[in-house]
């Protein structure tokens, strides 16, 4: 249908290059324009309400009418609404934002760079991690690993790091300079030999990282291992039980650094502060962003360790300059906005709901829909979860994707009020606002239901005809 002339759908069709859009379907299709936000919940234009399956992007952790954070952005925009942090300037919000990432770092920290998001917080790692081994004296430790599924962002070196094919394919990425490996992904239900443990499995994986480096020029040319807790876009995936302490095991030994990217898992989302402790991590370097500001400003943030720390402080005195920073780096009001949800967190006790509401979650995915006739795997762990859709249950065997199935899960879920997101293999994924209640997970898992039901019946009928 042609939306009417002058229309907010006329006038996006014609002017806004949407990401992650099929650009020439959408010039048929049009947006779904979404007005305001109340609590878990959305409305578009029609006023008809939707619960936000995926907080936005995994990323609206208070919801979508915190007044506080409203409040922390006004007042600070009145007192000081942009101000920089090259050459030696500062301000009280970035000050006492670092001050309190480093207070509640997974393992100790010593310095907080900041960006705007989550590809320039690995982009900004990335080159962290070579200027300093240049610095120190390693030139050749360049090589960085990053596992086929992860996500860390679109930028042409988070791009790199990512490993997913729509993010490579057409872009000419990964950049072509050797540097950029990608290992196994740590999916027991697809990656496993038949009958292979959870801990099997995962000694498996860090023998063919440990074989790769060794492959690679081991301590000498590799530099650094990145991984998210859980992986997010990837399909939401969480590793087997050993899998972190095994790989950990073998950074070390090859003196590698490990990053991680806690864009997704930090901040409560998997039932613990950080997604490392959860899998017992010790990041050197730890990249965040998201759920920082609640996402109600653009604000990303990476921290270092000291021998980091030491290694780029000896780059900058050799050159004169840390050479490297944005424009927004520690914007005020991002920053004034991510200071006051951080205090919410703590005042609200946010991490201990979302573990408790994360129980009942992954308790009721479970319920509702591992054994479903079209669900193949139901995962996750605290407030992330996911179910992947399933043409043969017993075979593991994916719908042909010409079906379109977890799309076509999605305009169902959107005609009965719950935004979802579908990922590779037609999985489902879960992250919503973490002030979520227990009976509103309830709901939205009930309208995923009889979207899912909906769903299996129309496919049925199409095998049929
Ligand atoms: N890392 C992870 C784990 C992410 O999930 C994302 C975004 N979904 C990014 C990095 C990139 O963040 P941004 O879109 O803010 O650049």
Redesign the pocket.
């Known amino acids: 249908m042609t939306p009417p002339r002058n229309s907010n759908a006329a006038r996006d069709i014609a002017n806004v290059l949407h990401p992650y859009t099929d650009a020439k379907a959408f010039q048929q299709t049009g947006p779904l324009v979404i007005t305001r936000g109340k609590g878990v919940k959305i409305y578009d234009e029609q006023g008809k309400e939707y619960i936000e399956a995926l907080a936005g ?2 990323c609206a952790s208070l919801g979508f009418d915190n007044e506080r954070l409203v409040q922390a952005a006004t007042n600070q925009m009145r007192k000081l609404p942009f101000y920089h942090s090259f050459t030696s300037k500062s301000h009280e919000p970035m000050i006492d934002l670092a001050e309190m990432l480093i207070e509640r770092a997974p393992s100790p920290m010593s310095k907080v760079f900041f960006g705007n ?6 982009d900004s790692a990335l080159k962290m991690v070579w200027y300093m081994n240049n610095a120190i004296g390693k030139p050749k430790k360049k090589k960085v690993f990053a596992r086929i599924k992860a ?5 042409l070196a ?1 791009a790199s790091l990512t490993g997913l094919p729509a993010n490579h394919k057409l872009f000419d990425a990964p950049i072509a300079n050797g540097r950029f490996i990608h290992v196994g992904t740590p999916h027991h239900y697809h990656e496993a030999k038949p009958g292979e443990s959870e801990e099997d499995f995962a000694t498996r994986l860090a023998e063919e990282l440990e074989a790769k480096i060794i492959a690679e020029g081991g301590a000498e040319e590799c530099a650094a291992f990145w991984a ?1 807790p859980v992986m ?2 990837g399909g939401v995936i969480v590793p087997p039980k050993t899998y972190f302490e095994k790989v950990q095991a073998v950074l070390k030994k090859y003196d590698m650094l490990f990053v991680v ?1 806690e ?3 930090g901040f409560g989302r998997t039932g613990s502060y950080w997604g490392s402790q959860t899998f017992n991590i010790q990041p050197d370097i730890l ?1 965040c ?2 759920a920082l500001s609640s996402s109600y400003l ?1 604000i ?1 943030a990476v921290m270092v360790n000291e021998a980091v720390f030491q290694g780029i402080a000896e780059g900058s005195s050799a050159v004169g300059t840390w050479g490297h920073g944005f424009t927004y780096s520690g914007h005020p009001v991002s920053a004034a906005v991510a200071i006051e949800t951080l205090k919410i967190y703590d005042e609200t006790k946010l991490v201990d709901h979302a573990a408790e509401v994360g129980a009942h979650m992954q308790a009721e995915l479970r319920k509702r829909f591992a054994d479903h006739p079209i669900v193949g795997e139901v995962r996750g762990v605290g407030l992330i979860g996911a179910i992947e859709l399933s043409a043969d249950k017993a075979a593991k065997k994916p719908f042909d994707p010409a079906k379109k199935a977890g799309p076509r899960l999605c305009k169902l879920g959107e005609e009965n009020g719950v935004i979802l997101r579908a990922m590779a293999n037609d999985s489902m994924g879960f992250s919503p606002p973490l002030v979520i209640t227990k009976d509103e997970v309830t709901e939205m898992l009930s309208r995923v239901e009889k979207s899912l039901d909906a769903l299996a019946v129309e496919l049925r009928r199409e095998s049929i005809a």
Not at 117 to 122: I, V, Y
Not at 151 to 155: D, E, K, V
């Open positions: 992007l995994w998001s989550g590809s320039e917080a690995n996500y860390h962002g679109i930028t988070a998210e997010g876009a990217d864009v997704i898992c990249v962003a998201k653009p990303s």
